[in-house]
């Protein structure tokens, strides 16, 4: 289960992504309610499904 983590304030490395509409504003009113800013939200959804997708496939 995905849980917020506050640890991820000081990210340094600077990537411009696009949001759709309705996600920016999920991601956006989460963010305000559980205190955090938007990027770091980002970064731990980003840590979740990095730590829970299917492992890759060598060829």
Do not use: G, H, W
Request: neutral net charge.
């Amino acid at each position: 289960m995905f849980k917020i983590d506050k640890r991820y304030a000081k990210a340094n490395n600077q990537k411009t992504i696009r949001f759709t509409d309705d996600l920016y504003m999920q991601l956006e009113t989460i963010a305000k309610y559980e205190k955090i800013s938007f990027n770091e939200l980002v970064l731990q959804c980003c840590r979740y499904a990095l730590e829970n997708m299917e492992p890759l496939e060598k060829e």
